[in-house]
């Protein structure tokens, strides 16, 4: 190789380098998101967001007599890994593959619901998109999602499944009394 090719490719790849490191620097790095879990009740975690979602829920329900209880929120990585190797076993509920559930993320919760007749299901499929949580498998009626951007309120007078909700009559203003004197 002659002496000049070899200063020129030496030349070159001082460039490339240079311009490597340079626009490694110029790219802002990405801090790693701490997760923003909070507790709930039952010794669950969730999203900040969505446990805050939970709890406006949880009480709203309970002005309508439905008790919600969480079994299951946040799952850490080797955690759902166990749930989806039992269930690929045939020895578990369906779970997602590692990575792909939004239990590692916190945003989804696994209800106590009964069966789909129920007062406390009936009452989550009227109302939980009034606060962000939708089913999103429907073979789970269990499994509730908080995605707020996605899951749109109902119309007004409507509920979530879009039924008419009843409003209840206002009451008649009282009548003033006329003094007598």
């Not at 967001?49 to 949880?58: F, K, N, P, Y």
């Not at 949580?133 to 429907?138: L, Q």
Request: glycine letters at 6%; aromatic letters at 8%.
């Amino acid at each position: 190789m002659s002496l000049a090719l070899f200063r020129w490719s030496a030349v070159l790849l001082a460039c490339l380098f240079t311009t490597a490191v340079l626009a490694a620097e110029a790219r802002p790095r990405r801090k790693t998101k701490a997760a923003k879990l909070v507790h709930i009740d039952g010794g669950h975690r969730l999203h900040r967001d969505a446990a805050s979602a939970l709890q406006r829920m949880t009480l709203d329900a309970a002005k309508h007599d439905v008790a919600l209880r969480v079994t299951s929120g946040y799952r850490s990585l080797p955690e759902q890994r166990v749930l989806y190797e039992q269930y690929r076993r045939g020895r578990g509920n369906k779970a997602a593959r590692p990575g792909r559930s939004n239990h590692q993320r916190g945003l989804a919760v696994d209800l106590v619901i009964g069966k789909r007749t129920s007062k406390r299901y009936q009452w989550l499929e009227a109302n939980a998109c009034r606060f962000g949580f939708r089913r999103t498998v429907p073979s789970e009626p269990w499994h509730w999602e908080y995605r707020p951007s996605s899951t749109f309120p109902p119309v007004v007078g409507h509920d979530c499944t879009g039924k008419e909700v009843k409003r209840p009559k206002p009451t008649p203003e009282p009548v003033a009394r006329q003094d007598a004197s």
